[in-house]
């Protein structure tokens, strides 16, 4: 069983930065898997945020993060990683980490549906 477990999360004012990780279990073969960070507000749907390929750091990101948030990865450290920068008080939500094998496409990276397997959250809010 794949584990995931995101750190990092906390409380900030508008303007400011934090760096989520997502370190996962070594069962994995992290050169050929796809990675999402994912978010969650109170009241709304879970939304896709961030995705990265692992066998060669193809990334793309939702619309309204481009620009300040970069996801990459370390495979020797089995961990991924969220560098959010220009945060926004709409930005607040609890924020998964997620994988599934790499299974011939990178489509669909931001769907939810698509991934087999998910840490337990951390708590992102943004003040204004």
């Known amino acids: 069983q794949v584990q995931l477990q995101e750190s990092g999360g906390g409380s900030v004012q508008a303007g400011g930065s934090l760096r989520l990780t997502c370190a996962h279990s070594?069962?994995?073969?992290?050169?050929?898997?796809?990675m999402g960070w994912f978010r969650q507000a109170p009241g709304k749907e879970r939304e896709g945020v961030a995705f990265i390929f692992t066998g060669d750091g193809t990334s793309y990101y939702a619309d309204d993060v481009k620009g300040r948030f970069t996801i990459s990865r370390d495979n020797a450290k089995n961990s991924a990683y969220l560098q959010m920068n220009s945060l926004k008080p709409e930005d607040t939500a609890m924020y998964y980490c997620a994988t599934r094998p790499y299974g011939g496409s990178i489509y669909g990276g931001l769907d939810s549906s698509r991934y087999y397997y998910w840490g337990q959250g951390t708590q992102v809010t943004v003040s204004s």
């Open positions: 070594d069962d994995i073969d992290s050169r050929y898997y796809c």
